[in-house]
């Protein structure tokens, strides 16, 4: 026989039914439990509907195309259309410094005393003009008394060709020893090279009169004197200081392979104070400096009539390198640094939506200034957001306004560009 169990709620048998009304829950009790247990129940089924809603919705962003139309009004960009360069032209510059293609310190080449000194410091001269000119007395002095020497000799040499004509004749006949004829015959000789001993003092101090004179070996402008009337100067000392000044040169030390593939003639471009000037290479040293490991290089500065150069200026010489790649030159606010030192662009993409913005991958090829020469996947045609492309997402919508890419890249375009545009 089955033993009946009793019920959860039940008393025992032998319980007193007062303890067993006063152990069992009241009403208020069990309603209470029973709305918890409802507030659970909604609680996490309102838990998993949510969570159920935000995975559908994470799933669905990323299953959607990276360009997808956003919702919300077309951003503004300006754009400009990708044109193909098929060569690089690369600029450097290198420091040279301008100087006179002549500079003399002009000096006596014998010492005196300063007579004149005919010009001032910033006159301009031509060539053979006179510049100062020593105390001649002396010279002078000695070349009157070579001339009265020679004049002398010249008296002892008609004396001795009348002696040794007679001592001839009186040889012949057989009245004159051949010792007499000897002497007379060697007399004559001596005094002939005395004459031209005396001829050679004379050209000697005619040169010493004509070299106390300083002309100008060249036309230029006087930099600076240094001495004054009545100095005693001695040979060699510097008097005044001539700078050629309508050849300025630019000498600058270049890199060998640059160096190299410059020829006598070879124009290249020179930026001073803000001006650029056309130059042709003079000559090119064949040595390498062992301090900059650089060739040094003349060039001829062609400056305007009217204009001129300060000597002693720095400029700037801008050297040209063409490089075989053809690519897209580009502002480089178009630029977004993308991963792993790589770089991207934003393009617009047309959808049926309307133009949203594209990605394309590039290399950075050369920078200058605020332009880039890259290439990548670009192509051309393409329209490249143009500035604030770190401003935007792929997949945004775009209002894009064209510009031309000459104005893009403002004064770094470069001349074919400009033209074109």
């Known amino acids: 026989m089955t033993a009946e169990r009793p019920a959860p709620d039940a008393a025992p048998p032998d319980a007193d039914p007062a303890d067993a009304s ?18 659970l129940s909604a609680g996490l089924a ?3 509907g949510v969570a159920a809603v935000l995975g559908a919705q994470a799933l669905q962003e990323r299953n959607a195309p990276a360009e997808a139309i956003a919702v919300s009004a077309p951003t503004a960009a300006p754009v400009v259309a990708a044109r193909r360069a098929e060569g690089l032209r690369v600029e450097t510059r290198r420091l040279g410094v301008v100087e006179p293609a002549r500079q003399v310190q002009a000096a006596f080449d014998l010492s005196g005393t300063v007579e004149t000194v005919a010009v001032q410091e910033g006159d301009r001269v031509q060539a053979g003009q006179l510049l100062a000119r020593l105390d001649g007395a002396r010279i002078r002095a000695r070349i009157a008394e070579l001339e009265a020497q020679r004049a002398a000799a010249e008296a002892q040499a008609e004396l001795a060709r009348l002696t040794l004509e007679r001592q001839e004749t009186l040889r012949a006949r057989g009245f004159a020893s051949d010792q007499r004829w000897d002497e007379a015959r060697l007399e004559a000789d001596r005094i002939a090279a005395s004459l031209r001993q005396i001829d050679a003092g004379l050209r000697a101090a ?8 300083l002309r100008a070996p060249f036309a230029g402008e006087i930099a600076s004197r240094s001495v004054d009337e009545g100095a005693v100067v001695s040979a060699g000392q510097p008097i005044i200081e001539l700078i050629e000044v309508d050849r300025p040169r630019v000498r600058v030390g270049l890199p060998e392979a640059a160096a190299a593939r410059l020829t006598p003639g070879t124009l290249m471009q020179v930026e001073i104070d803000g001006r650029r ?19 040094a290089a003349l ?11 300060a000597y002693g200026a720095a400029v700037s010489v801008i050297v040209e390198r063409t490089r075989d790649e053809a690519g897209f030159w580009l502002p480089v606010a178009a630029l977004r640094e993308g991963g792993k030192g790589l770089w991207t662009v934003l393009t617009v993409a047309e959808r049926p939506g309307g133009p949203v913005a594209g990605v394309e991958s590039v290399e950075i090829l050369h920078v200058d200034g605020e332009r880039a020469f890259v290439r990548g996947t670009l192509s051309p045609g393409d329209l490249v957001v143009a ?11 775009l209002a894009p306004e064209e510009i031309p890419l000459a104005k893009a890249l403002g004064d770094h375009a470069p001349a074919a560009l400009a033209s074109a545009d």
């Not at 005619?206 to 004179?213: A, G, Q, Y």
């Not at 390498?288 to 060739?295: G, L, S």
């Not at 500035?387 to 919508?397: E, F, M, N, S, V």
């Open 387 to 397: 500035a604030g492309a770190h401003k935007l997402a792929p997949g945004l919508r």
């Open 22 to 39: 006063a152990r069992r829950p009241g009403f208020g009790r069990r309603l209470a439990r029973g709305a918890g247990r409802l507030t």
């Open 299 to 309: 060039l001829d500065l062609l400056v305007p009539a009217g204009s001129r150069v």
């Open 206 to 213: 005619r040169i010493d009169l004509d070299h106390s004179e």
């Open 46 to 48: 309102a838990g998993a």
């Open 277 to 295: 000037l056309t130059a042709a290479v003079a000559a090119v040293r064949p040595d390498v400096d062992p301090a900059t490991r650089t060739r």
